[in-house]
T-cell receptor, first 115, second 111 residues
Framework: EAGVAQSPRYKIIEKRQSVAFWCNPI?????LYWYQQILGQGPKLLIQ????????DSQLPKDRFSAERLKGVDSTLKIQPAKLEDSAVYLC?????????????FGEGSRLTVL | GQQVMQIPQYQHVQEGEDFTTYCNSS?????IQWYKQRPGGHPVFLIQ???SGEVKKQKRLTFQFGEAKKNSSLHITATQTTDVGTYFC???????????WGAGTKLIIKP
C-alpha cells in the first residue's frame, strides 16, 4: 500500500515570496491533515479536511495560509507571503476512520526555509 | 486546559539502559496515542490507549494509561540504537476532533 505522498521535500524561498505544497493521502482515507512542525517542537495542526470539507482550521493563519482539497483526494497548502517564522516542516497526514479515533499516517514532510 | 505535558524533554542513556517518558494532563483523557519520530523523519504511530489502567506491550516497549486517565507513560527496556528519536504523546479531547500533541521526549544514546 502506497503511503502519504508529499512534494516538494525541500523548498528555500525569500520572505514575502509564495510557496505551495502538495499532498496525496493514502487511497480511501477520508480525513486529511496539514501540520506545521517547527524544529524541536511537536506537530501543530493547521487544517483538517473530512473529504473535501474543512473540519478544523482554527489554527491556520488565514491572512497568509490557504489550503484546499477540491476533489476530496489530494490537497495543496499555500503560503503567501511567507515570513521568516514560517520556516518549518509541513507534514501531511491522513486517517481512515470517519470518527477520527484512529492512527494518523504521515508523509515525509516538506521542509521550508524562509530567508 | 487541553495541553499535555511531556517529560523529560531529553533523556541521555547508555545503550542497554532503560528509558521512560511521561505524558500528563490536568483533565481526563478520552484516549492517548504515542508516536515515534526518527531524526529527519516523520511521526510514526506506535499505539493508542483507551481504557483506564490499560497496559500494552510491543516487544521492549511498554505503554501504560493511568487509572484516572490523566497520564500515560512509555517505557523502553534495554534501549538499542534503533530506538533513537523523539517520542510524542497526543491526546484527542472528546469535545473535538483535533489531536493535541506533547512537546516530545528526545531519546539520545550516549556513544
Amino acid at each position: 500500500e502506497a503511503g502519504v505522498a508529499q512534494s516538494p521535500r525541500y523548498k528555500i524561498i525569500e520572505k514575502r515570496q509564495s510557496v505551495a505544497f502538495w499532498c496525496n493521502p493514502i487511497s480511501g482515507h477520508a480525513t486529511l491533515y496539514w501540520y506545521q512542525q517547527i524544529l524541536g517542537q511537536g506537530p501543530k495542526l493547521l487544517i483538517q479536511f473530512q473529504n473535501n470539507g474543512v473540519v478544523d482550521d482554527s489554527q491556520l493563519p488565514k491572512d497568509r495560509f490557504s489550503a484546499e482539497r477540491l476533489k476530496g483526494v489530494d490537497s495543496t497548502l499555500k503560503i503567501q507571503p511567507a515570513k521568516l517564522e514560517d520556516s518549518a516542516v509541513y507534514l501531511c497526514a491522513s486517517s481512515l476512520e470517519r470518527e477520527n479515533t484512529g492512527e494518523l499516517f504521515f508523509g515525509e514532510g516538506s521542509r521550508l526555509t524562509v530567508l | 486546559g487541553q495541553q499535555v505535558m511531556q517529560i523529560p524533554q531529553y533523556q541521555h542513556v547508555q545503550e542497554g539502559e532503560d528509558f521512560t517518558t511521561y505524558c500528563n494532563s490536568s483533565t481526563t483523557l478520552s484516549n492517548i496515542q504515542w508516536y515515534k519520530q526518527r531524526p529527519g523523519g516523520h511521526p510514526v504511530f506506535l499505539i493508542q490507549l483507551v481504557k483506564s489502567g490499560e497496559v500494552k506491550k510491543q516487544k521492549r516497549l511498554t505503554f501504560q494509561f493511568g487509572e484516572a486517565k490523566k497520564n500515560s507513560s512509555l517505557h523502553i527496556t534495554a534501549t538499542q540504537t534503533t530506538d533513537v528519536g523523539t517520542y510524542f504523546c497526543a491526546r484527542r479531547p472528546s469535545s473535538n476532533y483535533q489531536l493535541i500533541w506533547g512537546a516530545g521526549t528526545k531519546l539520545i544514546i550516549k556513544p
